[in-house]
């Protein structure tokens, strides 16, 4: 059996600036760009991450046992966990949310 996950990632925040105390001039617009462009680098460093454990290390660094252990009925030992996380399609989503934006720290 090949198994499937699918691991969400959602991270929401404020950017403060350091030296101005003054909102980031057309807020709506660059918060959108900061929100595509830090997605698309945590989903780059996500798919690194596990693709370097499947294929490198080759152990269930993502702890995702627990999703197998939880799956199957069947009795696993570490190794059968770690072949089948080694041999599974693992689809990352990031969704960032910037609250707002501006103002001194």
Same mark, same amino acid.
Not at 68 to 80: F, H, M, V
Not at 92 to 98: A, F, P, S
């Given at each position: 059996?090949?198994?499937?996950?699918?691991?969400?990632?959602?991270?929401?925040?404020?950017?403060?600036?350091?030296?101005?105390?003054?909102? %980031?001039?057309?807020?709506?617009?660059?918060? $959108?760009?900061?929100?595509?462009? *830090?997605?698309?680098? !945590? /989903?780059?460093?996500?798919?690194?991450? %596990?693709?370097?454990?499947?294929?490198?290390? $080759?152990?269930?660094?993502?702890? *995702?046992?627990?999703? !197998? /252990?939880?799956?199957?009925?069947?009795?696993?030992?570490?190794?059968?966990?770690?072949?089948?996380?080694?041999?599974?399609?693992?689809?990352?989503?990031? /969704?960032?949310?910037?609250?707002?934006?501006?103002?001194?720290?």
């Amino acid at each position: 059996d090949k198994y499937f996950f699918n691991i969400q990632i959602k991270l929401t925040g404020t950017i403060v600036e350091h030296k101005e105390q003054k909102p %980031i001039q057309d807020g709506t617009n660059l918060i $959108k760009v900061f929100q595509d462009s *830090l997605e698309q680098h !945590i /989903k780059k460093r996500a798919e690194a991450f %596990i693709k370097k454990t499947q294929e490198e290390y $080759k152990f269930d660094a993502s702890c *995702l046992a627990n999703y !197998i /252990k939880a799956y199957t009925r069947e009795k696993l030992t570490k190794e059968d966990i770690d072949r089948i996380v080694e041999n599974a399609e693992i689809n990352v989503e990031v /969704k960032v949310h910037i609250k707002n934006a501006g103002g001194k720290m």
